[in-house]
């Protein structure tokens, strides 16, 4: 039950122009044309116009109705159905694609930065779960949109609640920019400890360097292909043991596959599906490319896709070492390179080709090292994103209270848990 002073019109009462998606061709892109934003755009982090596809004066012409203005609300249709943004700053005059609709909020009626809220509020989530067809392409109508019923308060209401979560949003922001940055310091310090430009002294035993493919590594490291510090395994699941699943991720390495993606995505027959234990790496043979490649310390043993490729290391390198050159931006780039080149042409890198690329291999102790200071900047980047996930979580709790009535903002802000 809402409170007596709410209500709940459907959404359309809300815009002042006809709710609408945008163009259904864009075309071919177009030199200096008008950007067009796109649902993968507004899913992003960091929206960058730059990245935007463009079309011609003319199309965008004749989707007027979808001309941004400052202060519109844009909401996906398809794909993460109910991604939804603001427009301010350099959105404004960007169009839109098929995906997206435009809604022009009445600003007597409802504060934009309020709609944002509630569309975006858990309880929305699930009405639009709810309204999405079951096609293969789910998608919420146009006009399943705008029958859309809103919860309203009185706007001095809205704002008091926009006030009070857009500390949370602050918050976020804040949180998600440092973990990037430490992302990038950890990117810079990985490229210098495993291409060997910053050493520990106590390990340097030559002063000098030897030249590779992809730049020069210490001449007292060893430069050796993968096949001679590790081997293939090849171990089937007979039988269709059941295990836990793991899939394998660009970012996350090796994880479970129901907790990552909310759903089942393996087979149920798993006879086919390959044994991965405890120590062991895999990766994706079609998308190595893509940096997805894994270390499995999830469990003693689990299965994964036969689409993957197994192996493990010997005991010329540490593990921990091992994964972190294997996952760094320089050998992405080396798959990339290499998969461009296998044999099929279909980003495919089976492992006769993988075991050739080769490796640094510093003494054992100085890659425990460098894998001990990595694992230093992981923790800390580890931690700020157990802060995020806990003001991520407060903010859902919030919104679940003020966007419905049940906690009341007043002018002191009294009542906000």
């Known amino acids: 039950m809402l409170p007596d002073e709410w209500s709940t019109p459907p959404l359309a009462e809300l815009s002042r122009k006809p709710i609408s998606y945008g ?25 960058n116009p730059e990245d935007f596809i463009t079309t011609s004066p003319e199309i965008s012409q004749s989707y007027q109705r979808t001309v941004l203005e400052d202060g519109d609300v844009i909401l996906a249709l398809r794909g993460e159905i109910g991604c939804c943004l603001r427009v301010t700053g350099n959105l404004v005059g960007c169009n839109l694609t098929r995906g997206l609709a435009r809604v022009a909020p009445k600003h007597d009626r409802v504060d934009p930065s309020f709609l944002t809220q509630v569309l975006r ?45 857009s500390t949370w949003d602050r918050a976020i922001a804040l949180t998600e920019k440092l973990i990037a940055a430490k992302r990038q310091r950890k990117a810079a310090l990985m490229q210098h400890l495993l291409t060997g430009k910053v050493r520990f002294k106590r390990f340097v035993r030559s002063a000098e360097t030897t030249p590779t ?49 909310g759903r089942q995505i393996f087979s149920d027959d798993l006879a086919t599906y390959k044994v991965v234990r405890r120590g062991q790496f895999a990766y994706a043979t079609n998308h190595i490319e893509e940096g997805s490649i894994g270390y499995q310390n999830v469990c003693d043993t689990a299965v994964i896709s036969p689409m993957y490729t197994v192996f493990k290391t010997t005991d010329r390198v540490d593990d921990g070492f091992l994964y972190k050159v294997l996952k760094s931006n320089l050998y992405i ?85």
């Open 23 to 47: 163009i259904v061709q864009t075309g071919e892109p177009v030199a200096y044309g008008v950007r067009c934003i796109r649902v993968v755009d507004i899913t992003k982090s960091q929206i």
């Open 121 to 165: 509020s858990p309880f929305m989530q699930r009405v639009f779960d709810q309204k999405k067809n079951g096609s293969a392409l789910q998608e919420i109508s146009i006009g399943e949109l705008r029958r859309l019923p809103v919860p309203l308060p009185p706007l001095d209401e809205q704002r008091r609640i926009v006030s009070v979560l």
């Open 213 to 261: 493919l992809y730049g020069e590594i210490p001449k007292d490291w060893r430069y050796l292909p993968i096949a001679e510090v590790a081997e293939e395994v090849s171990e089937r699941n007979k039988g269709g043991t059941s295990h836990q699943v793991l899939s394998c991720t660009k970012y996350d390495g090796l994880v479970d596959s129901l907790a990552y993606f």
């Open 333 to 417: 780039h080396i798959y990339q390179v290499n998969t461009s080149a296998s044999v099929d042409r279909r980003g495919s890198l089976r492992w006769s080709e993988f075991s050739r690329i080769r490796v640094p291999v510093p003494a054992l102790d100085e890659q425990r090292a460098i894998a001990e200071v990595i694992d230093a900047q992981q923790e800390e980047i580890n931690l700020q994103r157990q802060k995020l996930d806990a003001l991520r979580r407060q903010k859902r709790g919030l919104m679940q209270q003020l966007l419905t009535g049940k906690v009341r903002v007043g002018t002191d802000m009294q009542g906000v848990p």
